[in-house]
Structures are given as C-alpha cells and as structure tokens.
C-alpha cells in the first residue's frame, strides 16, 4: 500500500517555500520520505503478529500508529511552513528573533514526531507479541504460559542435540547427512559450519546447551512453586477496628484493607513499601514477598 497521499502535496510544498529555493522537490522529497517509513514500520509489525499469533490485531494496531504519526507530521510541516531563512527572504530587515521562535517551535514538533513513533512502535509491538509478555505470577494464565515456555525450551533442548549428533556423523560419514531427520534448512547449516574454536566442535556450542538446560530446570521449579502457590488457601487476619490484612498465595498479593480512607503519612508509608491503591478490590496491595507481608503485619501486631 502506498501512504503518500496521507500528506497532501500542496502542504508538503507550501512547508519549505521559505527555506528552500526547489521547495516542490523538498516536499516530494518529504511525502516520499514518509510512505516508506510507514511501509517500513508496517513490515516489522507485520513480523512481529506473525511471530505472537496476532495477525488479527495488526490492521487494528497499525491504523492507530499511522493515525498518530500522520497528525504529528502534518503538525511538523504546518510549523516548518512558518520558518524562513535569510538566504531565501534575503538579509535586509530579517527578523531574527520571530524566525527563531519559529526554528524552536519546529524542532519542538520534530522532536514530537520522532519521539511519538518510537514509543507507538515499542507499545505496538508489546500488544502483538503477548509471548513476550513478563510471566507474573499473579497472572491467571502463568503456569499455562510457563508450561509453554518448557515445550518450547525441551524442543530446542532436543533439536540442539539433534543436529550436534548430525553433525558429529557428518564429519564421519557425510552421506548420513541425507537421510537425517532434519529440514533442509538444518541440513544446509551443517554443511556449511566451520568451527570458529576449538571448543565448538559443532554448530550449538557446548555453552547454548548449558544455559538452555539450566533455563528448563529454573521454569520447572518455577512451575511447581506457582502450582503450590494456586493451591494454598488465602490467610486472613483482622483487627478489631475492622482492618484485614490478607495474604493471598494464588494472586501473589498482600492485601490490607482499612475501614476508611487511611491518614496521608500512612498513605505515603504504604506507598514507599509499593503497595497501591486497588479501587476494584477496595485495598492497598503490593507484590507478595517477605518484606510487604511484613510490613502488613505491622497494621495487626
């Protein structure tokens, strides 16, 4: 798809009449300039859903990007058009001070344009790729996450494996190669591996399956610990005055509720040990760890 025509030609041109003596060719220049990111910035999107299964989302995604980076860039041009320099409007009685109140105004809106695509890309590609997502342990799907991230972590595990042992085959018998169970793929990289060092004989390096082992034991114990900790019962303790503190295994929180708005220093104590306001669950919550399960307990000791 070709995005030149979110800009109008007439506005890309009329933005450099005053700073450039072929402002038609700068304004094509520039309408160019801007289709080929988009397409560009597209493209990578587009890689990103295929590899987060999010395909349906994109077009979404995409438009709200484009969206906000057209508005940004029609915001530059009508301030660029507002600039002038003295080469173009001549030096005799050249305002200098308006014109570089304009200069500042335009590098402001540049800055805007630029800083505005990096952040929509970075948040574009956090809604596509939801398996890059940070597994928390709160989360309702974490020990189904985690037991995907085993099965791919094993896949590789044995893949790895796979090839080395190939390879090691390979060197001997190289016709053993054509009966492998491999892809071509696989089977090209063989051929063409040259050990860069000595302790790398074959094409996964001893190290990559080390860390990879250790990265199947940690989300092992990593899934037994969650699957105990959805397991245990909430513990409950209260006050006379009506405070309860809970804690809460299964969501991984520490709960105080207060039965009113508490004072402001103990507001700013809860919020210095990182708990937060919840308005859905009506409480002050944080993380559960030894130090917030502690400091609740200092509201009942």
Same mark, same amino acid.
């Given at each position: 798809?070709?995005?030149?025509?979110?800009?109008?030609?007439?506005?890309?041109?009329? &933005?450099?009449?005053?700073?450039?003596?072929? *402002?038609? =060719? #700068?304004?094509?220049?520039?309408?160019?300039?801007?289709?080929?990111?988009?397409?560009?910035?597209?493209?990578?999107?587009?890689?990103?859903?295929?590899?987060?299964?999010?395909?349906?989302?994109?077009?979404?995604?995409?438009?709200?990007?484009?969206?906000?980076?057209?508005?940004?860039?029609?915001?530059?041009?009508?301030?660029?058009? #507002?600039?002038?320099?003295?080469?173009?409007?001549?030096?005799?009685?050249?305002?200098?001070?308006?014109?570089?109140?304009?200069?500042?105004?335009?590098?402001?809106?540049?800055?805007?344009?630029?800083?505005?695509?990096?952040?929509?890309?970075?948040?574009?590609? #956090?809604?596509?790729?939801?398996?890059?997502?940070?597994?928390?342990?709160?989360?309702?799907?974490? @020990?189904?996450?985690?037991?995907?991230?085993?099965?791919?972590?094993?896949?590789?595990?044995?893949?790895?494996?796979?090839?080395? &042992?190939?390879?090691? &085959?390979?060197?001997?018998?190289?016709?053993?190669?054509?009966?492998?169970?491999?892809?071509?793929?696989?089977?090209?990289? @063989?051929?063409?591996?040259?050990?860069?060092?000595?302790?790398?004989?074959?094409?996964?390096?001893?190290?990559?399956?080390?860390?990879?082992?250790?990265?199947?034991?940690?989300?092992?114990?990593? @899934?037994?610990?969650?699957?105990?900790? =959805?397991?245990?019962?909430?513990?409950?303790?209260?006050?006379?005055?009506?405070?309860?503190?809970?804690?809460? *295994?299964?969501?991984?929180?520490?709960?105080?509720?207060?039965?009113?708005?508490?004072?402001?220093?103990?507001?700013?104590?809860?919020?210095?040990?990182?708990? #937060?306001?919840?308005?859905?669950?009506?409480?002050?919550?944080?993380?559960?760890?030894?130090?917030?399960?502690?400091?609740?307990?200092?509201? @009942?000791?």
């Amino acid at each position: 798809m070709n995005y030149i025509n979110d800009i109008s030609e007439s506005l890309a041109v009329s &933005a450099f009449h005053g700073t450039s003596f072929s *402002p038609e =060719k #700068r304004g094509a220049a520039y309408r160019n300039d801007y289709a080929a990111t988009l397409q560009a910035d597209y493209e990578t999107l587009a890689r990103h859903a295929d590899k987060g299964g999010t395909l349906d989302k994109l077009a979404e995604e995409f438009e709200r990007y484009r969206a906000g980076y057209r508005r940004r860039m029609t915001a530059w041009l009508h301030s660029h058009s #507002r600039c002038i320099s003295s080469m173009i409007a001549g030096p005799s009685n050249f305002p200098v001070r308006r014109a570089q109140k304009r200069n500042d105004i335009e590098h402001k809106r540049m800055g805007e344009l630029i800083h505005f695509r990096e952040r929509a890309i970075r948040a574009a590609i #956090r809604n596509l790729r939801p398996d890059l997502a940070p597994i928390m342990a709160g989360d309702a799907d974490a @020990i189904e996450r985690l037991q995907d991230k085993l099965s791919r972590l094993e896949f590789l595990q044995a893949n790895m494996k796979k090839i080395n &042992a190939a390879h090691k &085959a390979y060197k001997r018998k190289p016709e053993t190669l054509l009966d492998a169970d491999l892809t071509e793929q696989e089977k090209d990289m @063989i051929r063409a591996y040259v050990p860069a060092y000595s302790w790398e004989p074959h094409p996964f390096a001893p190290f990559q399956l080390t860390n990879n082992g250790a990265t199947i034991r940690q989300t092992k114990a990593r @899934i037994e610990q969650l699957t105990a900790a =959805k397991a245990a019962p909430t513990q409950t303790k209260e006050c006379a005055n009506g405070l309860r503190v809970e804690d809460c *295994p299964a969501d991984n929180r520490v709960r105080v509720f207060f039965p009113g708005k508490p004072e402001a220093d103990v507001r700013a104590a809860l919020k210095s040990k990182g708990f #937060r306001w919840s308005p859905t669950i009506g409480a002050w919550q944080a993380y559960r760890n030894t130090w917030s399960l502690q400091f609740a307990q200092t509201f @009942i000791a």
